[in-house]
Nanobody, 124 residues
């Protein structure tokens, strides 16, 4: 059974940093397309960043230059380093995964597995 568990959320002031973690259970993360998504209150879910099996990353324009996605295969963990946080980054952040090669790996891809999410709140 595949399970994704996020942690690392919290409350910070604008300009601050947080690092989110997503531990995967049940499959090796380097065989999957993985990503981080966020949803703010009253808004739809937004893709933040994805990483392919080969380690190629892709970012939403709104976070480019501020967020960095990385992967530790030995720990089967995905990380999202978030710097220069803004109030508009406030949202529930969730990691997601799929391992269907034919599905592609982008912010618009359909993901099969989702974590419960971790809340990030940025105050001005």
């Amino acid at each position: 059974q595949v399970q994704l568990v996020e942690s690392g959320g919290g409350s910070v002031q604008a300009g601050g940093s947080l690092r989110l973690s997503c531990v995967a259970y049940g499959y090796p993360i380097d065989t999957a397309c993985m990503g981080w998504f966020r949803q703010a209150p009253g808004k739809g879910r937004e893709g933040v960043t994805t990483i392919t099996r080969n380690g190629i990353t892709n970012y939403a324009d709104s976070v480019k230059g501020r967020f960095t996605l990385s992967r530790d295969n030995a720990k089967n963990t995905l990380y999202l380093q978030m710097n220069s946080l803004k109030p508009e980054d406030t949202a529930m952040y969730s990691c997601a995964a799929h391992y269907l090669a034919g599905r592609g790996c982008s912010l618009q891809s359909s993901f099969t597995y989702w974590g419960q999410g971790t809340q990030v709140t940025v105050s001005s």
